[in-house]
């Protein structure tokens, strides 16, 4: 008897799964991550909010995650989920890995500072970086890396 006859196959689905599994608990681990940062960097400033110059703090912070964002990790600034629908229809889900923490460092630096944004496109688009770039590490299709970066869009809401 052969002894190779009897191994299991591991069918193609149920690693997309176990990859799918895996992405959106990445992706929500950086929201956690993400709204833990905010509220640590809230209460950092917390104090300060009682000088005049409280006003400048939300300018300040935007300018630095700007600076941050195109100056130091040299990403483009996108507009979040719009970046990533167009990431899926046209460049088969392709987006880049650093696009996962210079999304969530800079909102980190906004919104944590008292600036005017939300959380929810930076998420979204850190999570579907994340699903790309385990499609990218696991070689798999352009049809396993969109449903890999919709697992990671989900799964950071």
């Known amino acids: 008897m052969n002894p190779m ?8 689905r149920l690693t997309l799964m176990g990859l799918g599994f895996a992405v959106g608990i990445a992706a929500g681990l ?3 991550i993400l709204n833990r940062s905010i509220a640590g960097l809230e ?5 300060s909010r009682e000088f005049w110059w409280a006003a400048l703090i939300p300018g300040i912070g935007a300018a630095a995650s700007w600076i941050m964002l195109t100056r130091i990790i040299r990403d ?13 229809s046209m460049r088969g889900g392709r987006l880049r890995f650093r696009s996962s923490f210079s999304r969530l460092i800079s ?5 944590g ?5 939300g959380p929810e496109a930076p ?5 579907s970086a994340l ?24 799964g950071a809401i």
């Open 30 to 32: 950086a929201a956690v």
């Open 43 to 47: 209460n950092l400033l917390l104090p």
């Open 131 to 154: 699903g790309s770039t385990f499609a990218r590490i696991m070689s798999l299709n352009e049809r396993q890396r969109v449903i890999l970066v919709g697992c990671g869009a989900a």
């Open 5 to 12: 006859r009897f191994q299991p196959r591991i069918d193609q």
């Open 76 to 88: 483009n600034p996108g507009h979040g989920v719009p970046e990533v629908i167009y990431s899926v």
């Open 107 to 111: 909102s980190c630096l906004t919104i």
């Open 113 to 117: 500072s008292g600036g005017s944004a």
């Open 123 to 127: 998420i979204v688009m850190a999570g």
